[in-house]
């Protein structure tokens, strides 16, 4: 789970392609949904453009291999794309560290293979990336071989980094910060350490778990804007409980002691230093007395001189912005945010080059908007303002006083990029800049005078395009037509395209659903239904972008597929989500039921057979719906799923529910396990035995509470399988076990009086 966690990994099991068939039409099996191309076309992700705005560069996957990822670069000038770096000439296969594992876990591309990220050199003229465990300069001056380059690290090399003038290359080997002159010659070129106590229990420049799942925060250092110094983070988990848990894999079981702080426990101790990029002795800022906190962003200012950093409470209703001089270390408290609920965390903080102000998002108003804020702590002004959110700053162009911003202000499912003016004056009526409703992923040049569009909708696969800030169209870089070469294309006459609507909440909010009806529709008969959800904080399932993959399969085989976002969810007010504050499981199952009933009324649905499934807080979601209401429900599914949230980690749970200490009654009536008399419905419980997140402890607390009541159910369990079940094999797997449970406890559920499809 996790800040944005739940969107990431509905994308991956999901999320780009599928089509529904009749008997006499090519249909997608679950096998063919996970093997070999990608369904989706020919997408490119990780796009970033060329410092000098020439190129744009992004990872594709091979035509054969969805999960495996070759460098690409379209050339503006040119108007021609063309493939840099085949990784299968470079990947050794060879078995990765355990931290990389675990980092590739946490930014949930554990089942990418080949690149699977890259970096710009500061210059335009290289571009840095890690592949099979080594380290690789690419040179777009060079030809054939020579235009790699392998540095010589010293061992292996995590988050790596080019310094912002380019002169350095940093990454953290052995729990230790490392530079690497790149500009040097000899003796002066080999890797220089700059910190010498990493080891055991105290790490250097590196995130702590929760940071990395839960604060989207996958790094533990941050470079000077003139190659000067690197702020970084120190922490010591000493004090955090060691969580002893097999993870069964299938030729072995091995006993992890995983320091997990689970809630109400301890967390790692955290420190901020500031080393010098020639290296010498390490500065740390004074944090305070109160050593129970969370570092959660680290910032530089333009000039260099200065950094900021983000200091939150436990208990995440307090979190202060503070100004540090990188010379002195003296501080300077520039915004405190509070919350009666909890403060949600962001990246929307830009410091302005041209006067002493910076860019902040707030949620004060009970929505997010854009402030103006000097470095003397005035708020000068908003820059955004109304009922609506902004999701993120996507670029800033201070010279013509223009920050650029997507929003799902027009349509709640929808992701648009709109212009907002820095002085204030179209705060409440920000332009709209992108062209087509559906959802719009923007990447900004620097400057802020283009950006990359990848555009899809229910109808059209992710399309990527090269446009000007106003949203005029420069270049298509990849238009992924569906036409006769598109893998989409053999079950395009089949395609089924969602239905959106609302329905009012006991508060009277809306809540927005997407259904998908089965292929060869016919409103007089009464269909089973499908109905899929994630449920809980920082996720959207109803979006209006490109189409569902097993949604699509389960519609293609005679099923309503509906999903509905309960309060609770993200891109909405905080009246909207903070109703889950101290209870988890209660307003959303509130909300999931009223998506239930409003199905039972409809004359095409047959209110006998409507099964629910979930993964993660869906999971959760699943076991509370059918322990809550089992008469209401045919089956449902529960995968990886949380059952006890006093087994879950600090930062997550906490930011909910406080701690076990202060909050015992609504641990307890935000179990599962408080709530088992109630599960009479079918359920396969599914779980990967090797889930560093979600713990399969969750499950098995959940399993002997249920043979302990003699209640009957169903079990899959996933030697190996993380949290995501991230390989082909075990994604297909699980699927046709979905499906299979699904066509015998619901579908085929005999119901009297009922008419089947």
Do not use: C
């Not at 080393?275 to 680290?298: K, N, P, Q």
Request: hydrophobic share 40%; no cysteine; glycine share 8%.
């Amino acid at each position: 789970m996790g800040i944005s966690t739940t969107a990431r990994l509905l994308l991956a099991l999901f999320g780009a392609a599928a089509m529904n068939a009749s008997a006499t039409e090519a249909e997608p099996t679950i096998d063919r949904i996970f093997d070999g191309a990608s369904l989706s076309g020919a997408a490119p992700i990780k796009l970033k453009a060329s410092p000098d705005g020439t190129r744009v560069t992004f990872l594709r996957a091979k035509a054969t291999d969805q999960n495996t990822f070759d460098l690409w670069e379209y050339n503006v000038n040119a108007n021609a794309t063309r493939l840099l770096v085949d990784s299968k000439l470079l990947d050794s296969g060879a078995e990765l560290s355990d931290a990389e594992k675990a980092r590739r876990e946490r930014a949930r591309v554990a089942g990418h293979k080949g690149i699977i990220d890259y970096q710009w050199a500061p210059d335009g003229k290289k571009l840095l990336f890690p592949i099979g465990g080594k380290l690789y300069l690419y040179d777009l001056a060079a030809f054939g071989g020579k235009a790699l380059r392998l540095l010589d690290t010293g061992g292996e090399a995590l988050d790596p980094k080019i310094s912002p003038q380019g002169r350095y290359l940093a990454y953290v080997r052995a729990q230790n910060l490392w530079v690497i002159d790149l500009k040097a010659a000899g003796k002066d070129a080999a890797p220089r350490q700059l910190t010498r106590d990493g080891g055991g229990t105290v790490h250097n420049a590196e995130a702590e778990f929760v940071a990395q799942e839960e604060m989207a925060r996958q790094t533990g250092y941050w470079w000077a804007p003139d190659d000067s110094a690197i702020a970084f983070e120190r922490f010591d988990e000493a004090k955090v409980p060691v969580a002893k848990r097999f993870e069964v894999y299938p030729d072995r079981t091995e006993v992890i002691e995983q320091r997990y702080p689970a809630a109400g426990q301890t967390n790692v101790e955290v420190q901020l230093g500031v080393v010098a990029a020639a290296g010498g002795e390490t500065r740390f800022v004074d944090l305070g007395s109160d050593r129970d906190i969370y570092l959660t962003r680290v910032d530089w200012l333009p000039d260099g001189k200065r950094f900021a950093y983000q200091l939150m409470q436990r208990n995440q209703q307090k979190l202060d912005l503070i100004l540090v001089d990188a010379k002195t270390l003296v501080q300077k408290n520039l915004l405190t945010e509070t919350s009666k609920t909890w403060i949600n965390l962001h990246d929307d903080l830009r410091f302005l080059k041209n006067q002493d102000a910076f860019v902040w998002a707030s949620e004060r108003s009970g929505w997010k908007h854009l402030y103006l804020q000097g470095l003397d702590g005035s708020v000068k002004h908003a820059i955004s303002a109304g009922d609506w959110n902004i999701d993120s700053i996507l670029g800033l162009d201070e010279k013509l006083g223009i920050v650029y911003v997507d929003s799902n202000r027009d349509f709640v499912p929808d992701r648009q990029i709109y212009a907002l003016k820095l002085d204030g004056s179209t705060a409440k009526a920000p332009r709209r800049v992108s062209r087509s409703d559906g959802v719009h992923a923007a990447e900004f040049a620097k400057n802020a005078e283009f950006y990359i569009d990848t555009f899809a909708d229910p109808t059209t696969p992710p399309q990527v395009s090269l446009r000007r800030a106003d949203g005029s169209l420069v270049a298509w870089i990849e238009r992924n037509t569906l036409d006769e070469h598109h893998p989409y294309w053999p079950y395009h006459d089949a395609h089924i395209t969602p239905e959106f609507g609302t329905l009012k909440a006991a508060d009277g909010q809306d809540l927005y659903y997407r259904m998908y009806k089965p292929r060869g529709f016919d409103p007089q008969k009464r269909y089973p239904v499908f109905n899929t959800y994630y449920g809980g904080p920082h996720g959207q399932v109803v979006t209006r972008g490109w189409t569902d993959y097993f949604a699509q399969y389960m519609a293609q085989h005679g099923y309503v597929v509906f999903s509905l976002d309960n309060r609770g969810m993200a891109r909405r007010s905080r009246a909207f989500s903070d109703g889950i504050y101290r209870q988890l499981g209660k307003l959303e199952v509130e909300d999931q039921l009223v998506g239930i009933r409003w199905l039972k009324a409809q004359p095409f649905v047959d209110p006998a057979r409507i099964g629910v499934f979930g993964w993660s807080y869906g999971g959760y979601m699943t076991a509370m719906l059918l322990a809550k209401a089992s008469n209401e429900i045919a089956a449902g599914v529960a995968v990886a799923p949380v059952t006890d949230w006093s087994l879950y980690d600090t930062f997550y749970t906490e930011r909910y529910l406080d701690t076990p200490q202060h909050n015992a009654e609504g641990y307890e009536l935000s179990s599962v396990l408080h709530w088992l008399d109630g599960l009479k419905a079918p359920m396969l419980l599914a779980h990967g035995m090797a889930d560093d997140n979600v713990l399969f402890t969750n499950s098995t607390k959940l399993m002997a509470a249920l043979q302990t009541r003699g209640t009957q159910f169903q079990l899959m369990t996933y030697p190996g399988g993380k949290h995501g079940m991230s390989t082909p094999a075990m994604k297909k797997h699980i699927f046709h076990a979905i499906a299979n449970f699904f066509d015998a406890q619901v579908k085929n559920k005999k119901v009297e009086n009922a008419a089947a499809p």
